[in-house]
């Protein structure tokens, strides 16, 4: 399960603090457990409801924290040096999860009455202004600033609120009123009261889950005025959002007893609007669920919005509706669930937004599937007879398609052809209380899969298991390219997912298969991610021999070639990838049937140039790297041009692996058309590429050039397009049938990052991805790798056309 490090608050560092004129130590460590939940001193004033003042406290821990001897204690908001802080004593505990209602002076004015406290006190509380600390003692504090507050020990907790408030944490809650208390909706302690405090109407809640008007020590409990449909809203943001919400009701469909824990309730008596979701989650953080399917429940809570990896503006992720803070009334057990509704999702993908958010726009889930499944967030849903189009990963998590028909590839996946074709069946599938089998890409589940909808970080729209469709298997194989003929040049390229000595040698060992077996012993192979020698230890290592020899070994224990390999040591930490890997590109080849021109000076920083030899190109440096030094590869992998002969004809192989898209928004996210940020650079390094390609072709417009390696987008991206412009270099993915134009699964999606592409004056070839890792749950590398078979050409067209048919005659003779 992936960490949730953002629902609770990180800790604020001391320098953070500000009194009114300077700034301070922070006033307490943030409370792990213990703290104020909710103040209000406007009982009993002129317009209230309430008719008494009151501290409630509440217990974020998973154990029980006794209060015995401790006080809740009170300061005016302009303290002076005659002020006295006010104590109220404390008694018994605070169960983990529940409440703790102090009650304070009663005035002449409101209507309601607290419900039953756990202590009271007689201090009359500022209505707009004052201090409220949670002390472990009940002798009486004498700090009267923040700075002197922050350095006493038995502070468990402060909080100033009103604006003119002396003593605080960091900043004060705004103003108070007679109908309006400063609550913590999500127990959140950042030691900054106005970040973790909002204002609004007071919510008492005693220790046994009663609010205000409950004087019944055993009431009937009753639903509130507030359904699930009112906390969804029509929108993707709760209209209800910070507010604490009392009495929903709702059945239990499902738990979740590990990572984000909790559980789900569902309306049994739905409203007539798509839009609204009848289904929510409610959050119990590192508490277990104390409830069980078929509990007929009542859930008091605040509702909150979760925004996977945080609430930056950057992030551009969707959010979850929850319930936090949360007590349950079950009023039965054993009650029948609600029908799992069938998924079935409509043609559109997503709103736009002119690449604005779109989490205020009314949803439309007859149009859009993302909406959809937004109008059905926390549901009870069922997908039926889905078939797998993302294998299962390290976290269990599987893609599937509830469009089945949608772009497939002919080993069952679904292909990705455009930013204008996103392939809006896609749905990830979690464990919940099932964990689905693992899958590979083409399996399918028969049957009903059944659980309850969320969003999630990597992926977004996900389906939390409760139970999955009977396993299929679909029969996929890895596939194996035939061997190159004699005449042929074979290059392929190969991801092979941050390769380091220090990996287990079954990581070699199942590389060094592929490249025999499924691979035919290439003559030469376009490594990326090769990590240098001790992988992601940070200590400057740069050099690489003991990778290649450990990966060379294992090619040739299996049964392959004994290759020889070219590369470039980076600048430490310059390249970019796993810091301290130092990853780069490189070149495996066969000297048997083909031989690398060496030319020294190729470093790190030396560029390359293209020069005349004999009236034809050659390279300054060979191996050597392609403008190494230009803003376009920072923190990225420079090219890496070697220069090979094969057959007396020179052909340059250049190593390629473009900046990532890390960065980029989501495209299942709020900001719609989502924003490729990453795309920027990788257009100015397709230049460069480009350039260079145009540099050997001024120089020898018959030369063979080949680029291959992870360019990190796809075919019909602007990046392949510039450096197919001009027709010097074919992209042979374009040469494939659409369905089959991937090397690639990212979030159900079959697409291409990997590219061989090839000089236009290279017409006879055989191209080839081979998948091998990309579809299966079981993968040596996430990428599959390529392979093209070339003929070079001779430089001349009319000479071609003989040394080919007499290459052609002696491949067809019999061997002596």
Not at 400 to 415: C, D, F, K, M, S
């Amino acid at each position: 399960m992936r960490p949730t490090p953002l629902r609770l608050g990180a800790a604020v560092t001391a320098a953070s603090a500000v009194t009114l004129a300077l700034a301070t130590p922070t006033l307490a460590v943030p409370s792990q457990d213990a703290l104020i939940a909710e103040v209000y001193g406007g009982g009993g004033n002129s317009g209230a409801t309430l008719t008494q003042d009151f501290v409630e406290l509440a217990n974020r821990g998973a154990v029980p924290v006794s209060v015995e001897g401790w006080s809740v204690q009170y300061l005016p908001a302009s303290a002076s040096a005659s002020s006295q802080w006010q104590v109220t004593p404390l008694t018994g505990s605070i169960a983990p999860g529940a409440r703790f209602l102090v009650a304070q002076a009663k005035g002449s004015g409101g209507t309601v009455e607290l419900p039953t406290p756990d202590a009271t006190g007689t201090t009359a509380m500022g209505g707009s202004g004052g201090t409220v600390a949670l002390v472990a003692t009940t002798t009486a504090l004498t700090c009267k600033t923040a700075a002197d507050c922050g350095a006493d020990a038995r502070i468990r907790d402060l909080v100033g609120y009103g604006t003119s408030t002396v003593v605080r944490e960091t900043t004060p809650t705004a103003n108070l009123s007679n109908t309006t208390s400063a609550a913590r909706p999500a127990l959140t302690d950042t030691d900054d009261n106005s970040a973790d405090f909002t204002t609004g109407a007071p919510t008492p809640v005693n220790s046994k889950g009663q609010g205000a008007g409950d004087p019944d020590p055993d009431p009937e409990p009753q639903p509130g005025d507030k359904r699930i449909r009112d906390i969804q809203g029509t929108t993707r943001i709760s209209p209800l959002v910070g507010r604490r919400v009392a009495g929903v009701p709702g059945v239990v469909t499902a738990v979740r007893n590990t990572g984000d824990r909790g559980f789900w309730i569902q309306d049994t008596a739905p409203d007539a609007d798509p839009r609204t979701s009848e289904g929510v989650f409610v959050y119990t953080a590192n508490l277990a669920p104390t409830v069980e399917p078929g509990d007929d429940v009542l859930v008091t809570g605040t509702v909150a919005e979760y925004r996977p990896a945080g609430d930056a503006a950057s992030n551009s992720l969707q959010t979850l509706t929850e319930l936090t803070g949360a007590t349950v009334t079950v009023k039965s057990k054993g009650n029948a669930l609600p029908a799992p509704e069938v998924l079935s999702v409509p043609a559109g993908y997503t709103p736009t937004a002119g690449g604005g958010s779109i989490e205020q726009l009314p949803l439309e889930p007859a149009t859009y599937s993302q909406d959809y499944f937004e109008s059905r967030e926390g549901m009870y849903v069922q997908a039926n007879d889905v078939r797998v189009v993302g294998p299962t990963n390290g976290f269990d998590e599987t893609f599937v398609t509830l469009r089945p028909e949608q772009n497939p590839t002919p080993r069952g996946g679904t292909v990705y052809l455009g930013y204008d074709q996103p392939n809006n069946g896609r749905i990830k599938v979690k464990p919940g209380s099932a964990t689905p089998p693992r899958s590979n890409v083409g399996d399918t589940w028969r049957g009903a899969t059944v659980g309850n909808v969320e969003y999630t970080n990597f992926g977004g729209y996900t389906l939390a298991a409760k139970s999955v469709g009977e396993y299929a298997s679909g029969g996929i194989q890895r596939e194996r390219t035939d061997a190159q003929r004699g005449y042929e040049l074979s290059v392929a390229t190969y991801n092979v997912e941050n390769l380091a000595a220090t990996n287990e040698q079954a990581k070699f060992d199942r590389l060094a298969a592929a490249v025999v077996d499924n691979l035919a012993n290439p003559d030469v192979v376009v490594l990326e991610e090769i990590q240098d020698d001790n992988g992601t230890t940070d200590d400057g290592t740069v050099t690489a021999g003991a990778t290649f020899a450990k990966f060379t070994d294992a090619i040739a224990a299996a049964g392959g070639l004994r290759y020889q390999w070219r590369q470039v040591d980076p600048v430490d930490g310059e390249d970019g990838g796993a810091p301290g890997g130092n990853i780069r590109v490189a070149f495996l080849f066969n000297p048997a049937r083909v031989s690398f021109v060496d030319r020294a000076g190729g470093d790190a920083t030396t560029p390359v140039q293209v020069v005349k030899q004999h009236g034809r190109a050659a390279l300054s440096v060979s191996p050597g790297r392609v403008a190494p030094a230009d803003p376009a590869w920072e923190d990225s992998r420079k090219p890496l041009a070697g220069e090979f002969k094969f057959r007396g004809r020179t052909v340059f192989v250049v190593a390629n692996h473009f900046n990532s898209k890390g960065g980029d928004q989501a495209v299942h996210g709020r900001y719609q058309e989502p924003n490729r940020t990453s795309e920027v650079q990788r257009a100015k390094q397709a230049a460069l590429l480009k350039g260079f390609v145009d540099q050997v072709k001024a120089v020898d417009r018959g030369a063979n050039v080949v680029l291959a390696g992870d360019l990190n987008d796809y075919q019909f991206s602007p990046v392949v397009r510039t450096l197919t412009a001009g027709g010097q270099v074919v992209a042979l993915i374009d040469t494939l049938p659409e369905a089959e134009r991937y090397s690639y699964v990212f979030e159900g999606n079959s697409q291409t990052l990997d590219h061989l592409l090839i000089s236009s004056n290279i017409t006879r070839y055989r191209y080839d991805v081979v998948h091998v890792n990309a579809e299966f749950a079981d993968q040596a590398s996430d990428h599959d790798p390529q392979v093209v078979k070339v003929r070079p050409s001779t430089g001349n067209a009319n000479v071609d056309k003989v040394v080919f048919l007499l290459e052609d005659v002696l491949e067809c003779l019999p061997r002596t």
